[in-house]
């Protein structure tokens, strides 16, 4: 079975929508394999989020992510990977669908909820990072 990494983001936490979040995976039939909950450190954060490293973004992103905890998943199924970011949505949540979570719940380009790997590469690299 494909594995994938989920990041329920600070935002996300704050506003009380783990168990909204979690559900949707499930109801797609997904797995939750293994998850933890705790606020990242930097350290953490500049290697999940290396290949972003000199945008304009990047700075604002990463105290962003420090700034609560953070709900961190590895997700499990037929094409976990495809199915968890159709779930969660495009990242501009202005152009994510209804029916997404960030379609439905987010209205930050920075503070967009949830985070989910992209490809098996990554997916390998990130629960590497997550859960050594
Ligand atoms: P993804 O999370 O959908 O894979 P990436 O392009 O990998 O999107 O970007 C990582 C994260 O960086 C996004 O989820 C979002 O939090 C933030 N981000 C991406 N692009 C922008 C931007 O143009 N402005 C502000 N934040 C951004
Ligand atoms: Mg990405």
């Given at each position: 079975m494909e594995k994938t990494l989920v990041l329920i983001k600070p935002d996300a936490v704050r506003r009380g929508l783990i168990g909204e979040i979690i559900g949707r995976y499930e109801r797609k039939g997904?797995?939750?394999?293994r998850m933890k909950m705790f606020r990242p450190d930097e350290e953490i954060l500049r290697l999940h989020y290396s290949?972003?490293?000199?945008?304009?973004?990047y700075e604002a992103l990463i105290s962003f992510m420090m700034s609560g905890s953070i709900v961190a998943m590895i997700v499990e199924g037929n094409k976990a990977i495809e199915s968890v970011r159709k779930i969660n949505g495009k990242t501009n949540p202005f152009e994510a669908?209804?029916?997404s979570i960030r379609g439905d719940f987010a209205s930050s380009l920075t503070e967009n909820i949830v985070h989910g790997s992209d490809s098996a590469e990554n997916a390998q690299k990130e629960i590497d990072i997550w859960f050594k």
């Open positions: 997904l797995k939750i394999c290949e972003h490293i000199g945008k304009d973004f669908e209804n029916g």
